[in-house]
């Protein structure tokens, strides 16, 4: 008996020759192939014989989920109408933007939709795009930073701190982050986030746990941050208690690093694999949450959004540290995630891709750009947002027009006459790439009521 399971093998147990072997072969390979075969073996003749016992099992739920029940495969048209759907700030938005949201209200599965101010195109879902769901969760609609959130620490003390102390603010922010693929902390620490059950039963979950381990505490690329600035509290009868006036902050953006970009790319194929759909939408194929892929992205997509949370404590941890003071808010929200939620008395998963919950009371921050403010806000519920807000002000020129476009030169001008030093950074981020925040926060007026700004000082980004 030769080491390598074959087809064959499985045949000879009494697998039928449909997916079920194939399906198989493919975790076997990919997660047991160090394994001795007669193990497997036995361990494959009971899965034929007691499929369900191991419904929801890592290596063989799948494969339990074709003997009993197969996914059942078929092409996906889209619909000749949409579904219902709002767009906020609509003269403001590219209409590629508009066309991607179009298109994917036209999915079997859509139920509403909703566009931000802030929305610029993308892949599948536009950035700034909402879209409701029955029963189905599309890993496109989510994004590949699954989780990707904002993050603001108000520190006990005034915006006077930064006088005097700029060089030793910028040193703290080298010190204490990490940015982009290769990074990483000298000093690891652990977290409860490692320990949950999902890095255990699901096999993609566990090979990625070292990378998660060596990337917990930083920060991708591209838009992500840390940066020191001034948070400015305007109603005196705030939920914190604070007293109206200026207040020295950090705040973060930045994802699930690795650990989110793998369990996109996994689940994407997976999902364009299960439910084929015309060329021009295939990034929306979606994963029925009836079935084991479907439930297993659930669970990895949480743990990932979990894991973002992680980071930006370790950060913020890091610096309030090096700052030796307390912090006295912290205020997240966070995108590129689906929820659960309850839109025109339906069950429905959300997708909010470039967009974040804005429910009725609910606490965020929206930032502008480096030079820009941002706004801590506190959300409306309006349902015809399905609950939403803008992630930020959008992006108005696209990375490669940025570098067809602007200087170096016309960058530091542009810094320097909002007095912000920027540690890293490149031209594809410059302040000018965004929209005015002003109009976007207009346009959005009736979606969330803003409680205070934060002014960007110090920007620490990638190089």
Not at 165 to 176: C, R, T
Request: charged residues 25%; hydrophobic residues 35%.
């Amino acid at each position: 008996m030769g080491n390598k399971l074959s087809g064959k093998d499985l045949i000879k147990l009494g697998f039928p020759k449909n997916n079920s072997i194939n399906i198989a072969l493919g975790q076997i390979n990919r997660y047991r192939k160090r394994e001795k075969k007669e193990s497997i073996l036995t361990e494959a003749k009971d899965v034929l014989l007691n499929p369900e016992k191991y419904e929801g099992n890592g290596t063989w739920g799948k494969v339990a989920e074709g003997l009993i029940k197969p996914v059942q495969v078929r092409m996906h048209q889209l619909k000749a109408t949409r579904a219902p759907f709002t767009i906020f700030g609509e003269n403001e938005i590219d209409q590629q933007a508009k066309f991607q949201l179009y298109d994917s209200l036209k999915l079997p599965v859509s139920v509403a939709g909703a566009l931000m101010p802030d929305a610029h195109s993308g892949y599948g879902l536009p950035i700034g795009g909402v879209l409701a769901t029955n029963n189905a969760v599309i890993p496109y609609g989510v994004g590949v930073d699954i989780g990707c959130r904002m993050s603001l620490s108000i520190f006990d003390l005034p915006a006077s701190h930064f006088k005097g102390k700029e060089h030793q603010l910028e040193a703290i922010l080298k010190d204490n982050t990490k940015f982009g693929m290769y990074e990483t902390h000298a000093s690891r620490v652990d977290h409860e986030v490692f320990y949950k059950s999902e890095f255990q039963d699901i096999p993609l979950l566990k090979n990625l746990l070292p990378k998660a381990y060596k990337q917990l505490g930083t920060s991708g690329g591209g838009n992500h941050f840390v940066e020191f600035g001034i948070a400015k509290i305007e109603n005196p009868e705030n939920e914190w208690k604070l007293e109206k006036g200026e207040y020295f902050a950090v705040l973060s953006h930045s994802g699930s690093r690795g650990l989110g970009a793998n369990i996109a790319k996994h689940y994407t194929y997976l999902a364009t694999k299960q439910c084929p759909l015309p060329k021009n939408v295939q990034h929306l194929a979606w994963l029925d949450l009836n079935t084991h892929d479907g439930q297993e992205y659930w669970m990895a997509m949480n743990l990932a959004g979990e894991y973002a949370k992680a980071c930006h404590d370790d950060i913020h941890r890091r610096i309030a540290k090096a700052i030796g003071k307390r912090v006295v808010v912290t205020i997240e929200n966070h995108h590129n995630f689906a929820w659960k939620e309850m839109i025109n008395g339906q069950e429905c998963i959300v997708h909010r891709k470039g967009a974040t919950p804005a429910a009725e009371g609910q606490l965020g921050i929206i930032p502008g750009s480096m030079t820009a403010p941002g706004y801590i806000v506190k959300g409306k519920g309006n349902a015809a947002s399905l609950n939403s807000a803008s992630h930020g002000a959008g992006r108005l020129f696209s990375r490669a027009k940025c570098k067809s476009t602007f200087t170096q030169s016309e960058i530091k001008k542009v810094l320097k006459a909002n007095d912000v030093t920027l540690i890293g950074g490149n031209i594809d981020e410059a302040p000018m790439a965004y929209k005015d925040i002003t109009k976007v926060m207009a346009n959005q007026a009736d979606l969330v009521e803003v409680l205070g700004t934060f002014t960007p000082k110090i920007v620490r980004m990638d190089r």
